[in-house]
């Protein structure tokens, strides 16, 4: 296994669509164990292929000791009623902000193995879900807020491009733990 490098904003790779997976095959399962891995070591609680610079439809997660990979991941059944609560991004260190997301997904897909595999998450695994899927059609957390945080937020990134730092009395000081990020 090895720990990959987490492609962060600003990154291009980030804003384009990941293809599906024709055949999952050797390549994705060590693809798999290795996403797992970097996502252990960073932490984090899902990793999706571009974020690790591979255009393709493939996403891991980790939530309450289960854990999985998820290849051409798609959602079936989302509830009406929707969330909202804080989330990070591993490709956006620092960040974290409320994102409203439906409560309950159904999602389809294959796991590593090309065996189908099907859940219907709620709360932070629909969360996970729905996040990791996002990074899959090129789109971030932050496209999702309310137009002024996601200026805050654009500013904010701005300014770390920049190598300025956080600032500290800001409401998203990371006060999801590292581990939230996904
Ligand atoms: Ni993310």
Same mark, same amino acid.
């Given at each position: ?8 904003? %600003? ?5 384009? *669509? ?38 393709? /439809? ?9 854990? =999985? ?7 079936? *059944? ?15 260190? %620092? ?8 409560? *309950? ?15 219907? #998450?709620?709360?932070?695994? #629909? ?10 059609? =090129?789109?971030?957390?932050?496209? /999702? ?7 805050? #937020? ?8 920049? =190598? ?19």
């Amino acid at each position: 296994m090895a720990v990959l490098t987490i492609r962060t904003f %600003g990154d291009p790779v980030l804003r384009q *669509k990941a293809r599906p997976v024709e055949d999952v095959g050797d390549v994705q399962r060590r693809l798999s164990e290795d996403m797992l891995e970097t996502m252990r070591v960073a932490p984090g609680v899902g990793l999706a292929g571009p974020q690790v610079g591979v255009l393709e /439809r493939i996403f891991t997660w980790e939530v309450e000791d289960e854990f =999985g990979t998820i290849v051409n991941p798609v959602i079936t *059944k989302r509830s009406r009623r929707m969330f909202t609560d804080e989330e990070g991004c591993l490709s956006l260190p %620092g960040l974290v902000y409320p994102v409203e997301r439906h409560l *309950k997904v159904s999602v389809e897909g294959l796991d590593e193995n090309g065996d189908r595999v099907e859940f219907d #998450a709620e709360e932070h695994l #629909a969360r996970v879900f729905q996040h990791e899927i996002d990074h899959l059609d =090129g789109v971030l957390f932050i496209d /999702r807020l309310p137009d002024d945080l996601r200026r805050e #937020a654009r500013r904010i990134l701005a300014d770390q491009a920049l =190598g300025l730092p956080l600032p500290r009395s800001n409401h998203i000081r990371t006060r999801v733990p590292t581990e939230e990020a996904l």
